[in-house]
């Protein structure tokens, strides 16, 4: 089964990008889903379908896939983006919907 | 406006079972454009994947859950349940229901309820 590789934490200052990470063998065949996660709050999407944003999703989230590593890029960051960030994809050969074990993301 | 709301006990005990409901308001669960499902976060953890259906009645479970697992629907209330039997302490988790969308190949989940803290204790 898919075992998805996060890092377990990225810090970033304000303004700058933030790249987070998301790998497995070959993920670059499958579509890739990103949800936001702030303390208390259910996870919100922020990417699908490895780059396509949600209605209303701020365009500084990005996404991207290729090879063995998905990317989330969050442009010009924000105090208001310190989240924990999880990738998931979908595992055909078992149905099984996989998540990544997340990325907390510290705004400096 | 979509919306999901779980419910159900906060608490139940070793080798019970756990029982919780999905309400649903702004959309039909019988709709063929979503499936529906249970996902769960121990505290300090990572989300985990419980288990879906589709309206037209197919199920999917975690291959490391099935065994355990029911999810039901009631279309009358526009509900849907889930069952969780033998339960441990390792069951212990905020339990969310989704909206899940099919797209291009793949699945997604765009609308979550607030989720609701199960705890496994005696």
């Known amino acids: 089964s898919y075992v998805l590789t996060q890092p377990p934490s990225v810090s970033v200052a304000p303004g700058k990008t933030a790249r987070l990470t998301c790998g497995e063998n070959n993920i670059g065949s499958k579509r890739v889903h990103w949800y936001q996660q702030k303390p208390g709050q259910a996870p919100v999407l922020v990417v699908y379908d490895d780059s396509d944003r949600p209605s209303g999703m701020s365009e500084r989230f990005s996404g991207s896939n290729s090879g063995n590593t998905a990317t989330l890029t969050i442009s010009r960051v924000e105090a208001g983006d310190e989240a924990d960030y999880y990738c998931?994809?979908?595992?055909?050969?078992?149905?099984?919907?996989?998540f990544g074990g997340g990325t907390k993301l510290t705004v400096l | 406006q979509v919306q999901l709301q779980e419910s159900g006990p906060g608490l139940v005990k070793p080798s019970q079972t756990l029982s919780l409901t999905c309400s649903v308001s702004?959309?039909?669960?019988?709709?063929?454009?979503?499936?529906w499902s249970w996902i769960r976060q121990p505290a300090g953890k990572g989300l985990e994947w419980i288990g879906r259906?589709?309206?037209?009645?197919?199920?999917s479970f975690n291959t490391s859950l099935k065994s355990r697992v029911t999810i039901s629907k009631d279309t009358s209330k526009n509900q849907f349940s889930l069952k969780l039997n033998s339960v441990t302490a390792a069951d212990t988790a905020v339990y969310y229901c989704v909206r899940g969308l099919p797209s291009r190949g793949s699945y997604y989940f765009d609308l979550w309820g607030q989720g609701i803290l199960v705890t496994v204790s005696s």
């Open positions: 702004g959309v039909s669960i019988s709709s063929g454009d979503y499936y």
């Open positions: 998931q994809v979908w595992d055909k050969t078992n149905d099984d919907r996989v």
């Open positions: 259906f589709y309206a037209s009645g197919s199920t």
